[in-house]
Protein backbone atom coordinates (compact mmCIF):
# COMPACT_ATOMS: atom_id res chain seq x y z
CA UNK A 1 0.00 0.00 0.00
CA UNK A 2 2.80 2.55 0.74
CA UNK A 3 4.33 1.88 -2.68
CA UNK A 4 1.27 2.65 -4.39
CA UNK A 5 1.17 5.94 -2.39
CA UNK A 6 4.75 6.77 -3.16
CA UNK A 7 3.83 5.89 -6.66
CA UNK A 8 0.85 8.03 -6.81
CA UNK A 9 3.11 10.79 -5.07
CA UNK A 10 5.76 10.90 -7.98
CA UNK A 11 3.01 10.16 -10.77
CA UNK A 12 1.57 13.16 -9.62
CA UNK A 13 4.59 15.17 -9.28
CA UNK A 14 5.62 14.45 -13.22
CA UNK A 15 1.90 15.49 -14.05
CA UNK A 16 2.56 18.62 -12.09
CA UNK A 17 5.85 19.20 -13.53
CA UNK A 18 4.43 18.48 -17.18
CA UNK A 19 1.94 20.95 -16.83
CA UNK A 20 4.14 23.47 -15.52
CA UNK A 21 6.14 22.74 -18.85
CA UNK A 22 3.07 22.91 -20.66
CA UNK A 23 1.98 26.46 -20.21
CA UNK A 24 0.93 28.16 -23.17
CA UNK A 25 2.41 31.72 -23.45
CA UNK A 26 0.80 34.46 -25.57
CA UNK A 27 2.96 36.29 -27.38
CA UNK A 28 1.71 39.51 -29.75
CA UNK A 29 3.05 40.62 -32.84
CA UNK A 30 2.47 43.44 -35.32
CA UNK A 31 0.04 42.44 -37.82
CA UNK A 32 0.94 44.24 -41.04
CA UNK A 33 4.81 45.23 -40.73
CA UNK A 34 6.59 43.56 -43.63
CA UNK A 35 9.36 42.04 -43.52
CA UNK A 36 9.30 41.78 -39.64
CA UNK A 37 5.36 40.63 -39.39
CA UNK A 38 2.96 40.15 -42.32
CA UNK A 39 0.26 37.51 -43.56
CA UNK A 40 1.53 36.23 -47.08
CA UNK A 41 -0.55 35.04 -50.16
CA UNK A 42 -0.97 31.56 -48.58
CA UNK A 43 -2.66 32.89 -45.24
CA UNK A 44 0.86 32.29 -43.56
CA UNK A 45 2.21 34.75 -40.92
CA UNK A 46 5.60 35.32 -41.53
CA UNK A 47 8.74 37.20 -41.05
CA UNK A 48 11.79 38.23 -39.09
CA UNK A 49 9.88 38.66 -35.84
CA UNK A 50 7.68 35.67 -36.51
CA UNK A 51 11.00 33.27 -37.17
CA UNK A 52 12.75 34.86 -33.98
CA UNK A 53 9.61 34.47 -31.52
CA UNK A 54 9.08 30.99 -32.79
CA UNK A 55 13.07 29.96 -32.72
CA UNK A 56 12.37 31.41 -28.80
CA UNK A 57 9.60 29.78 -27.74
CA UNK A 58 11.70 26.44 -28.71
CA UNK A 59 14.68 27.30 -26.82
CA UNK A 60 12.78 28.06 -23.71
CA UNK A 61 10.84 24.80 -24.35
CA UNK A 62 7.39 26.99 -24.13
CA UNK A 63 4.02 26.21 -25.93
CA UNK A 64 3.73 29.52 -27.33
CA UNK A 65 0.19 30.76 -28.97
CA UNK A 66 1.08 34.12 -31.57
CA UNK A 67 -1.87 37.27 -31.86
CA UNK A 68 -1.38 39.70 -34.47
CA UNK A 69 -2.12 43.17 -33.38
CA UNK A 70 -1.76 46.83 -34.26
CA UNK A 71 0.87 48.28 -32.81
CA UNK A 72 -0.65 50.65 -30.28
CA UNK A 73 -2.72 47.98 -28.87
CA UNK A 74 0.42 45.63 -27.91
CA UNK A 75 2.02 47.71 -25.24
CA UNK A 76 -1.14 48.16 -23.02
CA UNK A 77 -1.94 44.02 -23.52
CA UNK A 78 1.72 42.94 -22.19
CA UNK A 79 1.10 45.46 -19.52
CA UNK A 80 -2.33 44.13 -18.20
CA UNK A 81 -0.55 40.71 -18.39
CA UNK A 82 -2.75 39.52 -21.24
CA UNK A 83 0.04 38.79 -23.31
CA UNK A 84 3.38 37.37 -21.74
CA UNK A 85 5.72 38.96 -24.43
CA UNK A 86 5.80 40.68 -27.51
CA UNK A 87 8.00 41.46 -30.61
CA UNK A 88 6.40 45.21 -31.52
CA UNK A 89 9.55 46.68 -32.61
CA UNK A 90 9.81 48.63 -29.68
CA UNK A 91 12.51 51.37 -28.33
CA UNK A 92 12.93 51.56 -24.54
CA UNK A 93 11.70 54.64 -23.03
CA UNK A 94 11.27 55.68 -19.50
CA UNK A 95 7.75 56.09 -19.54
CA UNK A 96 7.40 52.38 -21.29
CA UNK A 97 10.08 50.69 -19.05
CA UNK A 98 7.47 52.03 -16.36
CA UNK A 99 5.22 49.74 -17.69
CA UNK A 100 7.00 46.57 -19.19
CA UNK A 101 10.49 44.94 -18.75
CA UNK A 102 12.76 45.40 -21.80
CA UNK A 103 14.87 42.57 -22.70
CA UNK A 104 18.63 42.89 -24.12
CA UNK A 105 18.40 44.22 -27.49
CA UNK A 106 17.73 41.93 -31.01
CA UNK A 107 18.50 44.62 -34.12
CA UNK A 108 19.16 48.54 -34.21
CA UNK A 109 16.86 50.88 -35.82
CA UNK A 110 16.78 53.84 -37.81
CA UNK A 111 13.90 56.21 -39.40
CA UNK A 112 13.84 57.46 -43.07
CA UNK A 113 11.72 59.44 -45.38
CA UNK A 114 10.37 57.63 -48.33
CA UNK A 115 9.24 59.34 -51.28
CA UNK A 116 10.14 60.09 -55.28
CA UNK A 117 13.65 59.04 -56.03
CA UNK A 118 13.78 62.52 -58.11
CA UNK A 119 12.87 64.81 -55.02
CA UNK A 120 16.01 66.93 -54.03
CA UNK A 121 15.60 66.68 -50.36
CA UNK A 122 16.72 69.27 -47.45
CA UNK A 123 14.99 69.15 -44.55
CA UNK A 124 12.18 67.41 -42.94
CA UNK A 125 10.88 70.58 -42.20
CA UNK A 126 10.72 71.74 -45.91
CA UNK A 127 8.40 68.59 -46.71
CA UNK A 128 6.12 69.42 -44.27
CA UNK A 129 5.55 72.94 -45.54
CA UNK A 130 4.57 71.72 -48.83
CA UNK A 131 3.71 68.34 -49.28
CA UNK A 132 1.46 65.44 -46.88
CA UNK A 133 3.42 63.14 -45.10
CA UNK A 134 2.10 59.71 -44.32
CA UNK A 135 3.27 58.76 -40.69
CA UNK A 136 1.55 55.94 -38.39
CA UNK A 137 -0.19 57.41 -35.55
CA UNK A 138 0.86 57.64 -31.91
CA UNK A 139 4.61 56.60 -33.25
CA UNK A 140 8.18 58.60 -32.03
CA UNK A 141 8.05 59.49 -36.17
CA UNK A 142 4.84 60.79 -35.55
CA UNK A 143 5.77 63.60 -32.00
CA UNK A 144 9.32 64.04 -34.28
CA UNK A 145 6.87 65.70 -36.95
CA UNK A 146 4.00 67.21 -35.28
CA UNK A 147 6.95 69.26 -33.24
CA UNK A 148 8.33 70.93 -36.88
CA UNK A 149 5.67 72.62 -37.31
CA UNK A 150 2.77 73.17 -35.39
CA UNK A 151 0.80 75.13 -38.14
CA UNK A 152 1.02 72.21 -40.50
CA UNK A 153 -0.63 69.43 -38.49
CA UNK A 154 -3.36 68.97 -41.27
CA UNK A 155 0.09 68.05 -43.54
CA UNK A 156 0.23 64.75 -41.69
CA UNK A 157 -1.53 61.64 -42.96
CA UNK A 158 -2.33 59.39 -40.10
CA UNK A 159 -2.14 55.75 -40.87
CA UNK A 160 -2.57 52.40 -38.48
CA UNK A 161 0.14 50.46 -39.37
CA UNK A 162 3.33 50.28 -42.00
CA UNK A 163 1.51 48.37 -44.41
CA UNK A 164 -0.91 50.95 -44.00
CA UNK A 165 1.81 54.10 -44.59
CA UNK A 166 3.07 52.07 -47.36
CA UNK A 167 -0.52 51.68 -49.54
CA UNK A 168 -0.72 55.15 -48.90
CA UNK A 169 2.14 56.21 -50.12
CA UNK A 170 1.53 54.21 -53.34
CA UNK A 171 -2.27 55.89 -53.94
CA UNK A 172 -0.90 59.25 -53.65
CA UNK A 173 -2.73 60.28 -50.34
CA UNK A 174 0.28 61.46 -49.68
CA UNK A 175 3.46 62.66 -51.52
CA UNK A 176 6.23 61.30 -48.34
CA UNK A 177 6.07 59.25 -45.35
CA UNK A 178 8.60 59.23 -42.63
CA UNK A 179 8.84 55.35 -40.90
CA UNK A 180 11.03 52.58 -39.66
CA UNK A 181 13.78 51.95 -42.37
CA UNK A 182 13.35 48.59 -42.31
CA UNK A 183 9.73 48.89 -42.69
CA UNK A 184 10.18 50.13 -46.21
CA UNK A 185 13.38 47.99 -47.41
CA UNK A 186 10.90 45.69 -48.93
CA UNK A 187 8.37 48.08 -50.75
CA UNK A 188 11.52 49.89 -52.31
CA UNK A 189 12.94 47.04 -53.47
CA UNK A 190 9.88 45.21 -55.35
CA UNK A 191 7.85 46.12 -58.44
CA UNK A 192 5.57 48.55 -56.27
CA UNK A 193 8.34 50.35 -55.32
CA UNK A 194 9.80 51.44 -58.62
CA UNK A 195 9.94 55.18 -58.78
CA UNK A 196 10.32 55.70 -54.87
CA UNK A 197 13.41 55.68 -52.65
CA UNK A 198 15.08 57.03 -49.13
CA UNK A 199 15.61 60.63 -49.01
CA UNK A 200 17.95 62.17 -47.13
CA UNK A 201 20.04 60.16 -44.10
CA UNK A 202 18.70 57.61 -42.37
CA UNK A 203 17.54 59.46 -38.90
CA UNK A 204 18.55 57.88 -35.25
CA UNK A 205 18.37 60.97 -33.19
CA UNK A 206 15.16 62.36 -32.04
CA UNK A 207 13.63 59.21 -30.71
CA UNK A 208 13.58 57.85 -34.55
CA UNK A 209 16.41 55.08 -33.97
CA UNK A 210 18.21 53.12 -31.53
CA UNK A 211 17.84 49.33 -29.66
CA UNK A 212 14.97 47.27 -30.52
CA UNK A 213 13.98 45.04 -27.84
CA UNK A 214 11.22 41.95 -27.10
CA UNK A 215 9.10 43.64 -24.22
CA UNK A 216 7.74 41.14 -21.57
CA UNK A 217 5.57 41.17 -18.84
CA UNK A 218 6.56 43.48 -15.25
CA UNK A 219 5.43 40.05 -13.19
CA UNK A 220 7.43 37.54 -15.20
CA UNK A 221 11.67 38.57 -14.23
CA UNK A 222 12.05 34.53 -14.96
CA UNK A 223 10.58 34.72 -18.31
CA UNK A 224 12.84 38.08 -19.22
CA UNK A 225 16.02 35.91 -18.19
CA UNK A 226 14.92 33.34 -20.22
CA UNK A 227 14.31 34.93 -23.46
CA UNK A 228 17.69 37.44 -22.94
CA UNK A 229 19.64 33.99 -22.49
CA UNK A 230 17.66 32.99 -25.57
CA UNK A 231 18.76 35.53 -27.46
CA UNK A 232 22.13 36.15 -26.30
CA UNK A 233 22.57 32.09 -27.49
CA UNK A 234 21.18 32.60 -30.82
CA UNK A 235 23.40 35.27 -31.60
CA UNK A 236 26.59 33.08 -30.42
CA UNK A 237 25.24 30.68 -32.46
CA UNK A 238 25.02 31.97 -35.70
CA UNK A 239 20.66 31.90 -35.59
CA UNK A 240 19.76 35.36 -35.32
CA UNK A 241 22.46 35.99 -38.43
CA UNK A 242 20.79 33.51 -40.53
CA UNK A 243 17.18 34.20 -39.99
CA UNK A 244 18.52 38.31 -40.22
CA UNK A 245 19.37 37.31 -43.70
CA UNK A 246 16.54 35.63 -44.75
CA UNK A 247 14.50 39.33 -44.32
CA UNK A 248 17.55 41.97 -45.24
CA UNK A 249 20.37 42.01 -47.14
CA UNK A 250 22.60 43.14 -44.26
CA UNK A 251 23.44 42.63 -40.34
CA UNK A 252 20.70 44.75 -38.36
CA UNK A 253 22.17 43.95 -34.98
Avoid at 61 to 74: G, V, W
Avoid at 203 to 214: A, D, K, R
Amino acid sequence: MKIIKIMSLCLGGLLYVTSVKAEVLNVALTSSSVPFSYENEAGEWVGFNVDIAKAICEKIKASCTFHYLRFPEILPLVAEGKMDFALPNMLKTSERAAKVAFTVPYWRSTSSFVGPVDYNFSSAKRILEKDKICVIQNTRQMHFLQSLNEDKQDHLISTKSGAETIDALKKGACRFALMPTMQSLSFLQSENGKGFGYLGKPISGHGLGGNVHIIVRKDRPALLKEIDAALQEMVHEGLHEQITRKYFPFSIL
